[in-house]
């Protein structure tokens, strides 16, 4: 059976970037590592250089991964909400494209998980 809505609704969305205290929620995730199932969310600030992301925070979330220590970065490929991207590691995250809710995904060739099970 159907649902059918009855609204229209109209609420006051609470995952607004006013309310993240000037960071901005970006979903990444590593392609064809299932270890990682679904994109990680992180509150960053906008003005946080992509490089540093890559440096400081990625260790932290993907380091324990058998993989992320044999990254050629820069073989690696990258899209924000669907476009292709080639980051500038020194520019901002919203100099590079990449607002409030965006997703980055990256792939990187010839990882393909653990003994290739994309896991």
Same mark, same amino acid.
């Given at each position: 059976? $159907?649902?059918? /809505? ?21 979903? +990444?995730? +590593?392609?064809?590592?299932?270890? &990682? ?5 992180? =509150? *960053?600030?906008?003005?946080? $250089? &992509? ?5 400081t925070? &990625?260790?932290?979330i ?10 050629? +970065?820069?073989?690696?490929? +990258?899209?924000?909400?669907?476009? $292709?991207?080639? =980051?500038?590691?020194? /520019?901002? *995250? ?8 965006? *997703?980055?995904? &990256? ?13």
């Amino acid at each position: 059976m $159907p649902d059918v /809505a009855i609204g229209p609704y109209t609420f006051e969305s609470k995952d607004r970037v006013e309310n993240f205290h000037g960071n901005q929620v970006v979903y +990444w995730h +590593w392609e064809r590592h299932l270890m &990682f199932y679904a994109a990680v969310a992180m =509150p *960053l600030p906008p003005s946080m $250089p &992509f490089g540093a992301v890559v440096d400081t925070i &990625f260790p932290q979330i993907y380091g324990y991964h058998p993989d992320f220590k044999k990254i050629d +970065w820069a073989a690696v490929t +990258w899209t924000v909400d669907g476009a $292709p991207l080639t =980051p500038d590691p020194e /520019a901002s *995250l919203i100099e590079n494209g990449i607002g409030h809710k965006s *997703l980055v995904r &990256f792939w990187t060739p010839g990882l393909d998980g653990i003994a290739g099970t994309c896991s």
